[in-house]
């Protein structure tokens, strides 16, 4: 029986740091240790680490030569940052010590891209890759297409093969109370090794996705309260998600507006008072 959840928001904090060009948050990863974040800016130069309350750590922040990235993750090791371009449907792979670029890859040049090549024959350059996670377990990564359709796809830890693909649609439980399941997009994504689950954002539908991709089924879908009452309009933009298993908490960043926004995970019988119910 699937267990179902419920969102409490605790806290949210501005981000916006204009000087830095920290102005349209995109993507977010939470490091090993859980003490600090990763993002990027559509339009800077620039991978920014933050603090749990967004703030800029300056040290650890550094410039690099590409824009346009979207999703980030940190590796286990927490050495190596993966990020998407969206543009070039591309994992590019930083070096966290030595702050240099370390290669391009695009999805076209992997082993079993026939199998997923025709959804990426679109028009629309604007439905590309979002969002990047890592599957501790065994380094494995999944990247996913916005949508058009949205699509859920695994690489091998080597990131040299597609292993397994996922259409993201109403069959796997996509659906939406307010929105057709083929209007959909996705965004952020967040894997939780301690439940091979990945967390899986939503722009237009405000609200978060928790899937299981063994099962190719979604368990839960949490709107996304911008304030504590249960009548709060959503979060708008929601371009990354970063999950903490030890202290079953949420970190969303939005795009539009400029915040991190902190919300505790409970049971559907936990005694949370602050929450917006978006079970289904």
């Known amino acids: 029986m699937t267990r179902k959840l419920q969102l409490e928001l605790l806290e949210h904090h501005p981000i916006r740091d204009t000087a830095s060009g920290l102005n349209e ?11 600090s974040f990763y993002t990027v800016s559509d339009d800077t130069k620039i ?19 590409i824009k346009d990235l979207e999703g980030v993750a940190v590796t286990a090791d927490d050495k190596m940052i993966l990020a998407v371009q969206e543009e070039s449907n591309s994992i590019v792979q930083f ?11 695009p999805l076209r040049t992997l082993k079993n891209y026939d199998q997923i090549a025709v959804y990426f024959n679109h028009k ?27 699509l859920l796809i ?54 978060l996705f928790h899937f299981n991709f063994v099962d190719k089924k979604v368990l839960n879908r949490l709107d996304l309260p911008r304030e504590s009452d ?13 999950f903490d298993p030890n202290n079953r908490r949420l970190y969303i ?8 926004y902190i919300y505790q995970l409970h049971d559907h019988n936990e005694a949370a008072t602050n929450f917006d119910d978006g079970c289904q």
């Open 230 to 242: 249960t009548q709060s309009k959503r979060v708008a933009k929601s371009e990354g998600i970063a």
């Open 154 to 207: 695994e690489l091998d830890s080597k990131r040299e093969t597609i292993i397994n693909h996922c259409k993201l649609n109403e069959k796997h439980g996509f659906k939406h109370p307010r929105i057709k399941s083929e209007k959909l997009d996705f965004s952020g994504l967040s894997y939780d090794y301690t439940s091979d689950t990945i967390w899986i954002t939503s722009d237009k539908g405000e609200c």
């Open 253 to 260: 960043v939005s795009e539009r507006d400029c915040e991190l």
């Open 95 to 105: 070096d966290i010590i030595s702050r240099k670029e370390i290669q391009q890859i």
């Open 124 to 150: 629309n350059q604007n439905k590309g890759l979002e969002g990047i996670t890592i599957n501790f377990n065994n380094n494995h990564i999944f990247v996913v297409k916005e949508g058009e359709p949205g």
């Open 25 to 35: 948050p995109s993507g977010l990863a939470l490091d090993r240790q859980g003490t």
């Open 47 to 65: 991978i920014f680490n933050l603090d749990l309350q967004g703030r800029i750590i300056p040290d650890s922040s550094f410039l690099i030569n």
